[in-house]
């Protein structure tokens, strides 16, 4: 055994021990190990931003506590690490870096740029993510820009086509007219805005009646294909069936019954345009209306416009409510606060195109979904309604084509003189066919030999949500299944309605089995003010900074213990603060029990005595290795690191070893079976709280279990010793109560000092102590030795069996402590 070093230099000892981890190999997954339990996590690959803000460090701290834990619990653990390379956020920093739209240069400079980003922000965030000390498994490491991975995102997309999954097809998208694609609901945001509510007259045909209508985009009155209002709102009914103008552009539209109108909103008459909501998109559907294509997909007004042709969206509006005002046909307008989705990465206004895109059919899903999500445990088990929810308001299919550059290409040709679409073979992939020819040398249905290559390529999420399947090694390895479904699904509450769900979609599809058995949700960080952390809030922290000032393992036990798992935890400062004082003190008893331990052999077989406070303590500890176990089987993080703090800091050091001290440096042959009681017994609860904390703080307790046990425990890493199973022999209620009795005791005597503003070392000349009956004056006495050397009790120590004069027999702490405190003198 080594004695501890005096400083505490957290920077030093976290970077030895993460470069000595990597050398161990402890992280690595045994691939060929088919004796221990496969555990497996589901890694998110991140985005690459660039920055490892608080938020990544709260992911990755949960993820690390997972494996780590599961590592000691003897799970052959698979922590694998990739990165969601492809998607808008790169193009769009490449666009303003370069200062350049993507049409501007050729397509290969241009994904030549991204993939520079890209790496340049791996290499900053992986530097992030090593410093907080995650146990990942590097030689797992991927990177969805690869055309390696191209091959497993291809493949599951030409194995879903074969399945009926993947279809071609004309239908409205969410399309976002700045990034000029089309983008699926789950990356639309819907923010409040204030809009106008215009009152426009809309004349009956033929008549000088007309009808109110409220809208809030006038500007789709060129694509006004119907007005429709409820046929039991008796103000409208007889319209049913006639005929009405559409303002400004000389052309009839029908009046429609339709039930679903809320005669309470606007006037009760309302205009359908392709499209200008959702809703719209539902009336021509079920009404078989016929569809203008008013918008092009950059946002501009197209032909269909007629005089408004050519202007963007907010040009047409002003335009048409000029035209509207000067024709009399604006009655009035009025301010509402209105929602409108807009582009999740751009903020740019989502309008509805009916374009051609590629589909995955996910709607026939939803039930699937909604039952695994329910026969699984969700960490906490609320948020699982947010994945259920999300399911049933889903009312269209998945659009996984986008016009893009920066991502999986489709492997989909066109035959030039059918037409034929010719998807890629499996054998193919991966294949550009931006760049390649199919491999067939003519088109199997006409026999043309000309063909062009799918320019559109996949949404990103076509990439990331198949990592259950790719983790476990597929489609490589023959025994994948192994390792499938994942053991965790570990995720944030703002990608539940993507990650978790497209999860699930596809590997149903694909596989016809769930991809994970579980599903560990964090919540957001928030700035110290509780509001979402911004840079302009100035209520930001950079992660970069607080692990270089704090350490990994005061900033770890932040993100364990900062809340309540899947709420959102706010990032204060002063609990990184607290955790790095906690650590001080474990440094500072470890190096003082170190030095009281320096004679202690574990393995000698000498006589031990084992006190009442000895007990007390022993069986504390079982207790605490009980709760701290199962608050980790829950994943309830804060539960964990708060109880082994409060154990650690108050039970242990402030009771036990200040109780034991005394009995610590009395050497004398007499007293050696009694110390050695006390050694032992720090030795093994300082070891079990060493343990229990290994998978928070992972750092500093294997800098001390190098120092104090790897000798005797025999293991190359604290990391891989066996996780604690309670000893139930050694819980004992009895003691337990009694331990506490006496800790009272010692408490009020030290509270008694206090009271007189006394110094806490300064003698006890005499105590008298009120036990108040027999048992606990026995109790007291068979720890005088304990009590005495703790208080410094130099004089007479007297334990009476009954309650103080003209007091009444007190209740628990159960004895009354009179005590005269005083300076020795030596004579
Ligand atoms: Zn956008
Ligand atoms: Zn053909």
Known sequence: ?????????????????QSKWEEMGIYHYDWN?????????????????????????????????????KRMQGFNVLFPQGWDCHGLGIEIQVEKAKNIRKRDVPPDQFREWCIELVEKYIAMMKEGILKMGASIDWTTEYKTMDPDYWRRTQLSFVLLH???????????????PRDETAI???????????????????????????????????????????????????RYSKYIGRKISVPLMNREVTIISEESVDPGFGTGVVQICTYGDKEDVKTVIKHKLPVIRLLTESGRISEAGCKYSGLYVNQARAAIVADLTTAGLLEKTEKIQQEVGVCDRCKAQVEILEVKQWFMKTMPLSKAVEKNANEIPWYP???????????????WDWVVSRQRLFATPIPVWYCHSCGEVIVAQESWVPIDPRMEKPHIDKCPRCGGVGFTGET????????????????????DRSDWKHLYPASVHPSGTDIIRTWAYYLMVRHLALFDQ???????????????????????????????????????????QWAAGGGATGSDIPYRAQDVEYGRRFLVKLWNVTGFASNLLADYDPKAKAEVELQLLDKWILSKTENLAKKVTEAFEKCQFNVAIEEIRNFTWHVFCDYYI??????LYHQEEENAAKRRAAQRTLYEVLYKILQLLAPITPHLTEEIYQNMYAEDKGLKSLQITPWPKVDNALVDDTIEEEGDKVMALIEDVRRKKAAQKLPLNIPVLSLEVYAGNETSADLILSCKGDIAGTLKVVGDFSVIPKAGQGQEVPQFPGVIAVAIFGTVTKK
């Open 1 to 17: 055994m080594q004695p501890m070093p005096k400083e505490y230099n957290f920077a030093e000892i976290e970077r030895k021990w």
């Open 33 to 69: 190990d088919k004796q221990r339990v496969p555990y497996s996590i589901d890694t998110p690959p991140p985005y690459p931003s660039g920055e490892l803000h608080m938020g990544n460090v709260l992911n990755w701290t949960y993820f690390d506590m997972v494996a780590r834990y």
């Open 162 to 176: 074969k399945k009926g999954f993947m279809y071609q097809g004309t239908h409205p998208v969410n399309w976002c």
């Open 184 to 234: 699926a609901d789950a990356e639309v945001d819907h923010v409040k805005k204030e809009g106008t509510l215009h009152y426009i007259r809309f004349y009956l045909e033929g008549s000088n009646e007309y009808l109110l209508i409220a809208t809030s985009r006038p500007e789709f009155i060129p694509a006004c294909v119907a007005v429709e209002v409820n046929p039991k709102d008796e």
């Open 381 to 395: 088990d609320y948020m699982k309604n947010r994945l259920i929810d999300w399911t049933r308001a889903l009312d």
């Open 456 to 475: 559109d390529v996949l949404d990103t999420w076509m990439d990331s949500s198949i990592t259950c399947a790719v983790h476990a090694g597929w489609p």
């Open 514 to 556: 769930r991809p994970f058995d579980s599903v560990l949700i964090n919540g957001m960080v928030l700035g110290a003010d509780g509001r979402k952390m911004s840079k302009s809030l100035k209520n930001y922290a950079a992660a970069p900074e607080v692990l270089n000032k704090s350490g990994a393992d005061a900033t770890r």
């Open 658 to 663: 200040e109780s034991v001290k005394d009995r």
